[in-house]
Structures are given as C-alpha cells and as structure tokens.
C-alpha cells in the first residue's frame, strides 16, 4: 500500500491540526495503521495506532487525551486529530502501516508502508 501524509503545519500552543493518510493500493482494512512522529534531536516514537482488526487503539502517554486517530474505510484514510497542542508536539509525522502484525510495533520494525512525513510545528 501507497500512503500520502498531509495536514501538517504551524499553529500555535493550544492549537488544533488534523494530520491525513490517504492510501492507495490496498484497503485500510487490511492493515495496522498508524502514525510516528520524530522531533528535533529526538528518537522516532509511535504516536498511535489501530490495530489491523479495528479492536486495539494505542496511544503514547504524551499525547492521551488530546490526540485522536482514526480511520475511514469510505475515503480509505487515517486521520490523526492534534488538539491542546504544545510545543513538545512539534515533529515530522508519518503514518505507517503493516500487514504482516495485528498491531503496528512500537519500534516501526513491523511497518511495510511509511508515508512522506508532515511536519507540525508548534509555536509557544
């Protein structure tokens, strides 16, 4: 499956995005998806995910409460909504996804797919 990331931008502390993953290909419903993101002097870190199965939604601690992912089989998309956001958020983001697990790994050594990356930047 082909993905293609959007959605990302400037905003300021307590601001909203909401991050897109069009995929092309493949349907959405095969796959875990998700989304990682990696800031500046930082390591990758999985954000959230589905599992491929629709019954298991992660979150990293740092973003509970105030991101939301989800999916739409209509449009064949992943989107990500970033709400309350801060400037520890700020990041390029890629969505990822993979057929051969239920659930993405924490580590990205399952994903198959990555999008481009989009970058949030998030100003205080």
């Known amino acids: 499956v082909q993905l293609q990331a959007s959605g990302g931008g400037l905003v300021q502390a307590g601001g909203s995005l909401r991050l897109s993953c069009v995929a092309s290909?493949?349907?959405?419903?095969?796959?875990?998806v998700g989304w990682f993101r990696q800031g500046p002097g930082k390591e990758r870190e999985l954000v959230s995910s589905i599992s491929r199965t629709g019954g298991y939604i992660y979150y990293a601690d740092s973003v509970k409460g105030r991101f939301t992912i989800s999916r739409n089989y209509a449009e064949n998309t992943v989107y990500l909504q970033l709400n309350s956001l801060k400037p520890e958020d700020t990041a390029v983001y890629y969505c990822?996804?993979?057929?051969?697990?239920?659930?993405?790994?924490?580590?990205?050594?399952?994903?198959?797919?990555w999008g481009q990356g989009t970058l949030v930047t998030v100003s205080s």
């Open positions: 990822a996804a993979t057929s051969v697990a239920n659930i993405l790994s924490a580590d990205g050594s399952n994903v198959r797919s």
């Open positions: 290909g493949r349907t959405v419903r095969s796959y875990a």
